[in-house]
């Protein structure tokens, strides 16, 4: 064998091993095919071999991909048009069914897509078009899971980019809004001035009930402070009296001084403005003392003033007779 038959057969065999030989990336999966039928599992990632010529392998991406649905324009449950677009997150789970399945799996999902949101949405009124982005998401993502079970796909989620309605319904939106908004700040500051008042009525209230309470207990403290002076004054003028009483009688006094002192308290009892005066038994007896008293002058005044009227009598005939 010569150098010639070596390198040819040293070539048929790199074209043999390359031929034979694939690699599988870690997020592929590879289905074999043997005279163009399916023959074996699909080869997990890795170095694999096939028989050249005869099998054939095809890859198939098993990773999360994405799909753009394009807008459309779709009529509502109440007539409006409004334009609608979404976004398709799905997986391949069987790439066997992916392949021998559906042909074009992207395209079909597109179109699948399109056909159930004219659905769903054609069956609700523009205002809850607009506020049910996730039912539509949810319903969406439904219906395309079940519909895609079969290709070997995993729909894991749809979400709604834009629902777009037309200009002039968007600005009477903008308007209703606006309106909304205002009723809305009206509502707030009638409010806030209801609630300033409840609160402003409340505090008034409590400040008037502070001040009656403080009053209240003024008053009491008050009312104490006087019965406490009128209890002091009561026992020094109890005091007093008992001094004096305890002075007179130690000091033993007579009737006579008696009816004096009493003279003198009735003196200054007299020097007011009353225009009457109760007396005492004790100044009335000392009354009639001083009345006995003045009597008995006064019927001594009486006595000396006849004697001397008599002695004049007597010596004025004698004057008469020496004066003849």
């Not at 054609?122 to 996730?134: F, K």
């Not at 079970?149 to 009477?172: F, H, L, M």
Request: with cysteine; net charge neutral; aromatic share 6%.
């Amino acid at each position: 064998m010569n150098g010639f038959t070596i390198a040819i057969i040293c070539f048929f065999l790199f074209i043999l091993a390359s031929k034979g030989l694939r690699i599988i990336r870690p997020f592929e999966k590879g289905v074999v095919e043997t005279l163009g039928k399916y023959s074996a599992p699909p080869r997990p990632p890795g170095l694999t071999l096939i028989i050249p010529f005869f099998q054939t392998i095809l890859k198939v991406d098993t990773r999360e991909q994405v799909i753009d649905v394009p807008p459309q324009e779709v009529i509502t449950k109440d007539n409006a048009a409004v334009t609608v677009d979404a976004v398709i997150y799905f997986r391949i789970t069987d790439p066997v069914r992916v392949i021998y399945n559906i042909v074009n799996f992207q395209y079909a999902a597109v179109k699948l897509a399109q056909t159930n949101l004219r659905n769903i949405v054609g069956e609700m009124e523009l205002d809850q078009t607009l506020s049910s982005r996730e039912k539509i998401n949810s319903q969406l993502r439904q219906t395309l899971d079940e519909a895609t079970d079969e290709w070997g796909v995993k729909v894991v989620r749809v979400e709604i980019q834009k629902i777009e309605p037309p200009s002039d319904i968007t600005n009477a939106m903008s308007k209703q809004m606006k309106a909304e908004r205002e009723k809305r700040a009206a509502i707030l500051e009638s409010e806030g001035f209801k609630q300033s008042a409840i609160l402003k009525a409340e505090g008034e209230r409590e400040s008037q009930i502070l001040r009656a309470e403080g009053e209240r207990q003024s008053a009491i403290v008050r009312a104490e402070g006087q019965a406490q002076a009128v209890r002091t004054l009561a026992e020094a003028e109890k005091f007093r009296i008992e001094t004096v009483f305890n002075a007179i009688h130690s000091g033993n006094p007579d009737p006579g001084l008696i009816a004096i002192r009493s003279l003198e308290a009735l003196e200054k009892v007299a020097d007011g403005k009353a225009t009457k005066i109760f007396l005492p038994t004790e100044a009335a007896s000392a009354l009639s003392s001083l009345g006995a008293i003045a009597e008995l002058f006064r019927s001594d005044c009486q006595g000396q003033h006849k004697d001397i009227q008599a002695q004049s009598q007597q010596e004025n005939p004698q004057r008469q007779s020496n004066r003849n």
